[in-house]
T-cell receptor, first 114, second 109 residues
Framework: NAGVTQTPKFRVLKTGQSMTLLCAQD?????MYWYRQDPGMGLRLIHY???????AKGEVPDGYNVSRLKKQNFLLGLESAAPSQTSVYFC?????????????FGPGTRLTVL | AQRVTQPEKLLSVFKGAPVELKCNYS??????LFWYVQYSRQRLQLLLR??SRESIKGFTADLNKGETSFHLKKPFAQEEDSAMYYC???????????FGTGTRLTIIP
């Protein structure tokens, strides 16, 4: 099992360009999350999904959109990239149960917006 | 509002010395807390959770509801403990996690 994978690993954009980050998981997890990691800020939740076809806003959703058309995939879109979106993006997934199941993280995507 | 505070951004400790990474939280209900770790060039992974009351890689963490703290401790630091450590608080229902800002631990040989 590959677990959680992210595509691409690195990307450089110019201000105003758009792109989509892909997250895929092969664990049949119901819930998926997108975080951004910035120095001194920790991990902040951008958007999340509690099932196929559902999405919800997290802590810092502005400037991002997401889609969960298939259970195994969670896409994060930047319609018009800004330098403030330079960050490392992490995807995670978990399967809900009565007790807590850990979130499994992808390797991250390092995005630079010039 | 739920909040997790890690007051130390950087912490350096000599090998063999005790380690304590601080974590404080604010939460209106009954909290469930975790420590996640990110080693160099590796992905973020769960280290331990308070409900398990377990020791992982020599680390322990006790939930102190009176002081609203969940500090991570290890009696004797090892070089392989150098990593970024995040304290996190669970949101029931949607399983969201609120992370602290992280502490980068460096073990000095």
């Amino acid at each position: 099992n590959a677990g959680v994978t992210q595509t691409p690993k690195f990307r450089v954009l110019k201000t105003g360009q758009s792109m989509t980050l892909l997250c895929a998981q092969d664990m049949n997890h119901e819930y998926m999350y997108w975080y951004r990691q910035d120095p001194g800020m920790g991990l902040r939740l951008i958007h999340y999904s509690v099932g196929e076809g559902t999405t919800a806003k997290g802590e810092v959703p502005d400037g991002y959109n997401v889609s969960r058309l298939k259970k195994q995939n969670f896409l994060l879109g930047l319609e018009s990239a800004a330098p403030s979106q330079t960050s490392v993006y992490f995807c995670a997934s978990t399967q809900p149960s009565g007790s807590y199941n850990e979130q499994f993280f992808g390797p991250g995507t390092r995005l630079t917006v010039l | 509002a739920q909040r997790v505070t890690q007051p130390e951004k950087l912490l350096s400790v000599f090998k063999g010395a005790p380690v304590e990474l601080k974590c404080n939280y604010s939460y209106s209900g009954s909290p469930e807390l975790f420590w996640y770790v990110q080693y160099s060039r590796q992905r973020l992974q769960l280290l331990l959770r308070h409900i398990s009351r377990e020791s992982i890689k020599g680390f322990t963490a006790d939930l102190n509801k009176g002081e609203t703290s969940f500090h991570l401790k290890k009696p004797f630091a090892q070089e392989e403990d150098s990593a970024m450590y995040y304290c996190a608080l669970r949101h029931f229902g949607n399983e969201k996690l609120t992370f602290g800002t992280g502490t980068r631990l460096t073990i000095i040989p």
